[in-house]
């Protein structure tokens, strides 16, 4: 079933869940990676029988130890789930001790900004988002979007396709070319073919549905970050459902208007966006999708003889049931619009994992200097790309 084209003045997202159940294989794991995943099945209340019988299938690198077994239960872990990690313990008695996990380091001590330059900055960041789109420059780059499902509800990953595109950014406007499936040709494919799941809103309508005032959103200040290598504002706030735009859609038959929530990452120096979620708030129960989650990350980046901040890499998911999906979308290679403008349309490696991740905080010492709006740093965190 095809999916209707993008439309950069609508925030979608659309799942079609068809892609065909996978039989997992022995997953090797080490004992910090285990216990991450118990704790995120606690965490986000997953079944234990199931839990359980996907622990069946782990093979640990290292010795798991009884008392890890007894924290993971006071934690919250499910009787079916504590017998197999006995199972576990007790297959892995000869083998060498576990690495200790890395120490979480101390977070430094730095004062919120007041109230008065909160709401200063809240303003300042409410304009830039609102003439993002206006701002940019005609563009070309590559659009690769790693397509994932998981049948279990569980998170063990099964990736279905890659899916490697020309993105043509010409008067504010998006166009698509899909050029390679897989890493194989993808002749006489149009974007509008590719099923699965889809998102839009990337180049500047995520950003101004949250920011413009009929939206009535409500900010509050949270927390100093590291995002990337830079020091952040990070802002939590909400959209009722009355003053939302965004639309969830299923399958083309059914679709609601969410109200939604999420932060928003501020850069401390230039007071542009470095990153947004939006995660999906009040669905009905009967609608199918119930979940529905974006990140959007953002980065400097040159184009001719000017710095932009542009998407580098968004990340969909969203659950039907047990079925989740989860797209990671990256936008490499950005070159200025025109005939000169050559891209080499292979599929680039991944950026790492942890992209989207906040980092230790920077200490008091490296406060950055004021602010100057408009006017990115040339500092790049980044690897090339």
Same mark, same amino acid.
């Given at each position: 079933?095809?999916?209707?084209?993008?439309?950069?003045?609508?925030?979608?997202?659309?799942?079609?869940?068809?892609?065909?159940?996978?039989?997992?294989?022995?997953?090797?794991?080490?004992?910090?990676?285990?216990?991450?995943?118990?704790?995120?099945?606690?965490?986000?209340?997953?079944?234990?029988?199931?839990?359980?019988?996907?622990?069946? &299938? /782990?093979? $640990?690198?290292?010795?798991?130890?009884?008392?890890? =077994?007894?924290?993971?239960?006071?934690? #919250? *872990?499910?009787?079916?789930?504590?017998?197999?990690?006995?199972?576990?313990?007790?297959?892995?008695?000869?083998?060498?001790?576990?690495?200790?996990?890395?120490?979480?380091?101390?977070?430094?001590?730095?004062?919120?900004?007041?109230?008065?330059?909160?709401?200063?900055?809240?303003?300042?960041?409410?304009?830039?988002?609102?003439?993002?789109?206006?701002?940019?420059?005609?563009?070309?780059?590559?659009?690769?979007?790693?397509?994932?499902?998981?049948?279990?509800?569980?998170?063990?990953?099964?990736?279905?396709?890659?899916?490697?595109?020309?993105?043509?950014?010409?008067?504010?406007?998006?166009?698509? &070319? /899909?050029? $390679?499936?897989?890493?194989?040709?993808?002749?006489? =494919?149009?974007?509008?073919?590719?099923? #699965? *799941?889809?998102?839009?809103?990337?180049?500047?309508?995520?950003?101004?549905?949250?920011?413009?005032?009929?939206?009535?959103?409500?900010?509050?200040?949270?927390?100093?970050?590291?995002?990337?290598?830079?020091?952040?504002?990070?802002?939590?706030?909400?959209?009722?459902?009355?003053?939302?735009?965004?639309?969830?859609?299923?399958?083309?038959?059914?679709?609601?208007?969410?109200?939604?929530?999420?932060?928003?990452?501020?850069?401390?120096?230039?007071?542009?966006?470095?990153?947004?979620?939006?995660?999906?708030?009040?669905?009905?129960?009967?609608?199918?999708?119930?979940?529905?989650?974006?990140?959007?990350?953002?980065?400097?980046?040159?184009?001719?003889?000017?710095?932009? =901040?542009?998407?580098?890499?968004?990340?969909?998911?969203?659950?039907?049931?047990?079925?989740?999906?989860?797209?990671?979308?990256?936008?490499?290679?950005?070159?200025?619009?025109?005939?000169?403008?050559?891209?080499?349309?292979?599929?680039?490696?991944?950026?790492?994992?942890?992209?989207?991740?906040?980092?230790?905080?920077?200490?008091?010492?490296?406060?950055?200097?004021?602010?100057?709006?408009?006017?990115?740093?040339?500092?790049?965190?980044?690897?090339?790309?």
């Amino acid at each position: 079933m095809a999916l209707p084209p993008f439309h950069p003045a609508r925030v979608a997202f659309l799942v079609l869940f068809a892609f065909p159940l996978m039989v997992h294989a022995q997953l090797k794991l080490t004992v910090n990676q285990l216990v991450s995943f118990v704790e995120s099945s606690i965490r986000l209340k997953h079944d234990d029988k199931r839990v359980a019988e996907y622990l069946k &299938k /782990v093979k $640990l690198t290292e010795r798991l130890e009884d008392r890890m =077994v007894e924290v993971l239960m006071g934690k #919250g *872990a499910g009787p079916y789930t504590i017998q197999a990690l006995r199972a576990l313990a007790s297959e892995s008695a000869g083998l060498p001790k576990a690495a200790p996990p890395p120490p979480k380091p101390a977070s430094a001590v730095i004062p919120p900004p007041s109230e008065k330059e909160q709401r200063e900055i809240i303003e300042a960041v409410r304009e830039y988002a609102l003439n993002y789109t206006r701002r940019l420059p005609d563009f070309i780059c590559t659009q690769v979007t790693r397509r994932y499902f998981d049948p279990s509800g569980l998170e063990l990953w099964q990736r279905a396709d890659v899916i490697t595109e020309r993105l043509t950014y010409f008067e504010q406007r998006e166009e698509y &070319k /899909v050029v $390679l499936i897989n890493n194989s040709p993808a002749e006489g =494919v149009s974007h509008d073919q590719l099923g #699965g *799941a889809t998102s839009s809103g990337e180049f500047g309508t995520l950003l101004k549905e949250v920011f413009e005032p009929e939206s009535e959103t409500s900010f509050r200040w949270e927390r100093w970050a590291t995002l990337r290598g830079r020091r952040a504002h990070v802002y939590s706030y909400q959209v009722a459902q009355p003053r939302s735009k965004w639309r969830i859609e299923y399958q083309k038959t059914l679709s609601i208007i969410a109200g939604y929530r999420g932060l928003v990452y501020v850069d401390a120096q230039t007071l542009t966006v470095l990153q947004i979620t939006l995660e999906a708030v009040d669905i009905p129960p009967t609608f199918p999708i119930q979940q529905a989650k974006t990140t959007l990350a953002y980065d400097f980046v040159q184009i001719g003889d000017q710095q932009h =901040v542009l998407p580098l890499r968004a990340e969909v998911r969203m659950r039907e049931g047990r079925n989740l999906v989860k797209n990671e979308v990256e936008f490499r290679m950005y070159r200025k619009f025109g005939a000169e403008a050559v891209i080499k349309f292979d599929t680039p490696d991944a950026l790492p994992e942890d992209i989207l991740q906040e980092q230790p905080l920077l200490p008091s010492s490296s406060t950055p200097p004021a602010a100057t709006p408009g006017q990115p740093s040339p500092v790049r965190t980044l690897p090339p790309r």
